[in-house]
């Protein structure tokens, strides 16, 4: 079973259970990183990118892949990281003791799955996202079929009731993110998840924010922010009154999290408010986005 582990904001002293995530080693099973239980958390205040990623050994087949930091979003609008022990933090150490042991002739290999583990080639976040805007028509039909039920053995059909039928709601599949590593694979990952949501015509915003990317679909406008400083309040109202003036719903995603006063805003607002991890993950961090979110949405 995943590790959870409860973790306390520094910021709002609030506490939420934290499952630290799986990821698919070369050999078929799963890594985790070693979380310290006796360490606490810390605020993120500047990212990174050299910093967003650990080296984790697989304790199966002894291969080092790299894999994101685990970090959490609170709804106060920090972003947190985990503390790590030495051990998961320290890949060079086990790097060297394997070394050690099989005579130095693995270097090559373990090179080789690290850059394999690493995530998709540059290419692959282009074509994800290209997917995400011209494939729309997959699996209607089969949604349609799903609802229509089975038939039934009435000739003259079930009585009219003029209530819904008692079924419940098709449940979603599980969502699959891409690794999120530059500014492109965010927009990636975001344009997957709105496609997720059931936006399928997702394309560019015809009206471009002054920071950040914007994207559209039918009756939504969503933001994407991949800077390394916090949405501000000013971020959270242009994005807003944006989609007032298209008279559309909005949603926004950001990699570092929010400010206090933009969480209040977006509060006051019914603005969804995610933040993005490096797995490519949106992280629901108010109750408008948790709404959005949840499975029978």
């Not at 993120?44 to 984790?56: G, K, N, Q």
């Not at 290209?130 to 699996?139: D, K, Q």
């Not at 349609?144 to 009585?159: L, Q, Y």
């Not at 559309?248 to 006051?268: E, I, M, P, W």
Request: net charge negative; glycine share 10%.
């Amino acid at each position: 079973m995943p590790e959870s582990v409860p973790v306390r904001c520094p910021a709002c002293r609030r506490e939420r259970l934290y499952t630290v995530p799986r990821y698919p080693c070369a050999c078929g099973a799963p890594v985790a990183a070693r979380l310290d239980p006796r360490a606490a958390p810390k605020a993120v205040a500047h990212r990174t990118w050299e910093e967003e990623w650990i080296t984790v050994r697989c304790r199966s087949c002894g291969r080092h892949g790299q894999w994101p930091r685990p970090e959490i979003g609170c709804a106060c609008g920090a972003v947190l990281r985990l503390p790590l022990t030495d051990r998961a933090a320290d890949g060079a150490a086990d790097r060297a003791a394997d070394g050690a042991a099989d005579g130095g002739g693995g270097g090559a290999g373990e090179a080789g799955t690290a850059a394999g583990l690493a995530g998709p080639p540059p290419g692959a976040a282009e074509t994800a996202s290209e997917t995400a805007t011209e494939t729309e028509a997959g699996g209607t039909g089969t949604e349609a079929g799903e609802r229509a039920g089975p038939p039934t053995d009435d000739p003259e059909g079930p009585a009219d009731t003029g209530q819904p039928p008692d079924t419940p709601p098709p449940s979603r599949a599980p969502f699959r993110p891409i690794a999120v590593r530059t500014a492109r694979d965010a927009v990636t990952a975001t344009a997957l998840y709105l496609r997720w949501l059931g936006h399928q015509d997702i394309r560019r915003a015809d009206q471009r924010p002054t920071s950040g990317i914007g994207l559209a679909a039918r009756g939504l406008l969503a933001h994407v922010d991949p800077s390394v400083h916090p949405a501000s309040l000013r971020d959270v109202e242009c994005l807003w009154l944006t989609a007032m003036t298209a008279s559309a719903d909005c949603v926004y995603f950001s990699l570092a999290g929010y400010t206090a006063d933009a969480r209040a805003r977006a509060d006051s607002l019914a603005v969804p408010l995610f933040v993005l991890d490096l797995t490519g993950t949106p992280r629901p961090v108010n109750a408008a986005a948790e709404r959005l979110d949840a499975p029978g949405a």
